[in-house]
């Protein structure tokens, strides 16, 4: 296990610095100049001129990968000439929002995705599973963006139930840590986190009644139906544990579907996460802000992947058992 | 034996306490007429609150009501002479030379620390404004400044290198003057990211109390502001990238305004809510398409296409502008009479420009030898198809809108246009290198044409803003001889008309729209004027009166 463990995390290493390094030269071979603002008046030439030479971009590419990879080693991700201010602080802000909104989602993704699934499987062929499939087929086919806009319209503007966008409410919510904020945080979280959750779920459903309705036809769940076991236990116990092992696999893809999303989601409900200034950074040419991004989210992609293959490792005793043979292989 | 029920009563009961809760305010306290919070639904994000380093139109709008200037331009926008700008930091100025205008600080005016306000100040922000290593983009107004210095501590004295009309525009319009005391130990070089631009110590009507990033910037009310105690106490800006969902804030309670509301679709969802006001105001952008007249890559030889007089005027007759105005824009918008902004004092709708005229411009493709010579729709000549491509950004919906609209006018006339939609980098990118056949471009212009007009059509704005590089010695001349007859108004309007109805004659551009502006503000919000150039630079004179204050307006921070 350990020597598994050993090989992942040097193999996520290299993942993570080969989309560092395609990402710093994409960015900077792309067509756009990092000056000025996006949208507004361009700023004259000789004041981009020197502010291309103040951040070292009049420099060659490889000199400047160099001395970034350098400055990186050393904890330095740059400074922003958009925001001036420290890459690192700009992404320490918004790191935590999309975490919070990721998390929430991903909640809310499995938690109904599981129970829809199971409920399809169990009811399979009947009116509910097929009600639920093709509520499921809709919202899965509809365009995240597309779909917050909805929920905004309808639970924001017309029913006026939760706040149209935003993390708290600036007016009564300046200070963060006061318990009021605290709930006042979940209510703005509510709507995104749904939005997102939502389409996830969708998917998860899918998954999870198949491999639901694949393994209750299995001997074992026939045998414990035959113990005498509850009809609950059969399903909760020894039909789901086994059910879920795709679904696993499901959960680690998510985490890329949930940051590209949150993309999106972040615009729509102006929920101030890694999304949104990344997405601002690309406008600008913000080469720092714009690899110090992919860094982390390759990075969290990574690790997300990695938590899978060992939650698929606890679930799956097999696995267990030919990694302590001396397989291996992690991508069970 | 039957399992027990999954606790869903609890869970709802939580979740309805949370929504109830959230739902509900704290206790109020702030009474009287200086409670009013407004709460303002913005675009954009300032991206450092320091103005010399700073093009964000957003950036400006907070830092007005931080940092003063000496003075500021009146209701009438007048930016001639000095009689119409009303005084802030300077309580007066006289003349003591053509070229030397001294001013004479308010002694009452306070830095948010306590600091007096000093003539110091004053010269070091002229200092720090003109060196290069600040690199402020506003260097290039104060170009006609030759010095700056001190007579005492609340006497600053400005030489000019020459007289001119706007000689006392430029002295004051772009430069807000900055605390010396807090920002002379800062390496010039270092301004770009100094902690200060984020937590900024001004001398406005608001102090600085709170910027979170992405999410907004709150203010609040000097209520010791020299020049008068501002009426609202808290000034919030939450920052919305979505211009839809900035209004539906608006209208669902959660903003008190929006600055401009950019479609109809959004004046028409604004004025349908009761609990708003619509206030519309001139703009200061224009849109065009602008032609390249010269070949992309080699600025010696003419363009192809639009290195042909003819050919433009055809292409500018063939446009129904109106039409296509009325289709974006409906009512919110001008047809301009030439390369024109609402805000500026030379609008003149009687000015001379080509008519819509489809047959007179088919007759003038004709005439010049682009005939459809294949029946496939295409005028061509020699062999050539009467093709070009039109560059203009994806960010821009408005522009999106128009080329689409642009493409199929020009198909009518048998004109082949492809559009090419990059980014904006990319745009400005691609514009200031020439490497365009036509673009479709928008201008913001500052309050005055004597700065715009020339970096935008006249030669000194080759590499710059002529992106086309349209020259016509007349019309530079005309514009000279109009910017230096400024101070007399109806000599420099004929010259200002004489220069603008040249250029349309020879059509650089299709000059398509020209914005007026809606913003929407929360019904309770009396007392709102907005001066076109920067909507909130009265801001302090607006108020809420008290009995139309809510729990929100006064909620103690």
Same mark, same amino acid.
């Given at each position: ?178 318990? $009021? ?7 703005? +979280? =509510?709507?995104?986190?749904?939005? #997102? !959750?939502?389409?996830? &779920?969708? *998917? ?82 913000? $080469? ?7 860094? +982390? =989210?390759?990075?969290?992609?990574? #690790? !997300?992947?990695?938590? &899978?293959? *060992? ?22 | ?557």
């Amino acid at each position: 296990m350990a020597a598994w463990l050993v090989r992942r995390l040097v193999a996520s290493i290299a993942i993570v610095f080969a989309v560092v390094t395609i990402t710093f030269f994409v960015v900077h071979l792309a067509q756009g100049t990092p000056c000025g603002p996006s949208g507004e008046r361009p700023l004259p030439p000789d004041v981009c001129e020197r502010q291309r030479i103040q951040f070292g971009y009049d420099r060659p590419l490889p000199v400047q990968y160099v001395k970034y990879l350098a400055a990186l080693a050393h904890g330095n991700m740059g400074e922003s000439f958009g925001l001036h201010r420290p890459v690192a602080d700009a992404l320490a802000d918004a790191i935590p929002n999309t975490f919070i909104l990721a998390l929430a989602a991903l909640l809310i993704d499995f938690a109904l995705g599981l129970a829809l699934g199971i409920y399809q499987a169990v009811h399979a062929g009947r009116f509910g599973d097929v009600a639920v499939g093709n509520v499921a087929l809709l919202v899965n086919s509809m365009p995240v963006f597309w779909l917050g806009l909805v929920l905004l319209l309808l639970f924001a503007q017309w029913l006026r139930w939760f706040p149209a966008g935003g993390i708290h409410d600036p007016v009564l919510c300046p200070r963060v840590d006061s318990p $009021y904020c605290g709930l006042d945080f979940l209510w703005h +979280l =509510t709507l995104p986190a749904l939005t #997102l !959750g939502l389409v996830g &779920a969708a *998917a998860t459903a899918r998954y999870q009644r198949a491999a639901m309705l694949d393994v209750i036809s299995q001997d074992y769940v026939r045998t414990a139906r035959a113990k005498g076991l509850r009809e609950r236990r059969v399903l909760l116990v020894h039909a789901l544990r086994n059910a879920l092992l795709p679904i696993i696999t499901l959960f680690g893809l998510a985490f890329p579907f949930l940051f590209t999303g949150a993309v999106l989601i972040e615009t729509v409900f102006a929920w101030p996460g890694m999304g949104r200034l990344a997405v601002n950074a690309i406008f600008q040419r913000d $080469y720092p802000v714009v690899t110090g991004a992919a860094l +982390l =989210t390759s990075t969290m992609v990574v #690790l !997300g992947t990695l938590i &899978a293959d *060992a939650l698929y490792a606890v679930a799956d005793p097999r696995i267990r058992v030919r990694g302590k043979a001396g397989g291996g292989g992690g991508d069970a | 034996m039957p399992t027990a029920r999954p606790p869903i009563g609890p869970t709802l009961a939580a979740l309805a306490g949370l929504i109830l809760v959230a739902g509900c305010e704290r206790p109020v306290g702030c009474t009287g007429e200086y409670c009013g919070t407004i709460v303002i639904a913005s675009g954009g994000e300032p991206d450092i609150l320091l103005p010399p380093v700073s093009e964000f139109a957003i950036t400006r709008d907070v830092t007005d009501q931080l940092f003063l200037k000496l003075a500021d331009l009146g209701a009438s926008g007048n930016t001639i002479g000095d009689e119409d700008f009303q005084p802030q930091l300077a309580a007066r100025w006289e003349w003591d030379a053509p070229t030397t205008l001294v001013f004479h600080l308010d002694p009452r005016a306070r830095w948010h620390d306590g600091q007096p306000v000093t003539a110091a100040d004053v010269a070091f922000t002229y200092d720090a404004y003109t060196d290069t290593l600040v690199n402020s983009s506003f260097r290039s107004s104060l170009r006609q400044v030759a010095a700056v210095t001190t007579r005492d501590s609340l006497t600053v004295v400005f030489r000019f290198r020459q007289r001119y009309p706007e000689m006392f525009y430029d002295a004051v319009y772009h430069l807000r003057v900055l605390p010396a005391h807090l920002l002379r130990e800062v390496p010039r070089d270092q301004w770009r990211s100094t902690a200060f631009g984020r937590a900024p110590v001004g001398d406005g009507p608001y102090r600085f109390v709170a910027w979170k990033a992405g999410e907004s910037i709150e203010l609040a009310a000097d209520s010791t502001f020299f020049l008068g105690r501002p009426h609202l106490r808290r000034v919030i800006w939450r920052f919305t990238p979505d211009q839809q969902v900035a209004v539906t804030q608006l209208i669902a309670g959660d903003a008190d305004a929006v600055e401009v509301l950019v479609s109809p679709d959004n004046v028409q969802r604004a004025r349908a809510d009761t609990a708003l006001t619509t206030y519309p105001y001139k703009g200061s952008a224009y849109g065009y398409v602008g032609f390249n007249l010269v070949t992309p890559g080699d600025t010696t030889k003419p363009h192809r296409l639009f290195g042909d007089r003819d050919l433009r005027r055809a292409l500018l007759m063939a446009t129904d502008r109106e039409r296509l105005l009325r289709n974006v824009f409906g009512e919110f918008a001008k047809v301009p009479p030439g390369p024109l902004s609402q805000l500026w004092w030379i609008w003149d709708p009687e000015i001379r420009e080509l008519p819509y005229d489809s047959g007179q411009a088919a007759r003038l493709l004709t005439r010049t030898g682009w005939t459809d010579s294949d029946g496939d729709g295409i005028r061509d000549k020699d062999g050539r198809p009467l093709a070009f491509r039109l560059l203009l950004p994806t960010t821009s919906a408005i522009r999106k809108q128009y080329a689409r609209l642009l493409q199929e006018q020009f198909r009518i006339a048998g004109v082949d246009v492809q559009l090419d939609e990059v980014d904006f980098s990319v745009f400005n990118e691609r514009a200031r290198a020439g490497r365009f056949d036509a673009l479709l471009n928008v201008w913001n212009t500052d309050p005055t044409p004597s700065s715009g007009f020339p970096q935008t059509w006249t030669p000194a704005g080759f590499g710059r803003s002529n992106y086309g590089r349209y020259n016509n010695p007349d019309v530079d001349r005309l514009v000279d001889q109009a910017v230096a007859s400024a101070a007399n108004r109806d000599q420099a309007r004929r010259a200002w008309r004489g220069a603008v109805e040249t250029l349309n004659r020879d059509a650089p551009g299709i000059f398509l729209f020209a914005t007026a502006n809606v913003a929407a503000v929360h019904k309770r919000i009396a007392d709102v004027t907005i001066r076109p150039d920067s909507w909130l630079a009265l801001l302090r004179t607006w108020r809420i009166p008290a009995d139309r204050l809510t729990d929100r307006d006064r909620v103690e921070r």
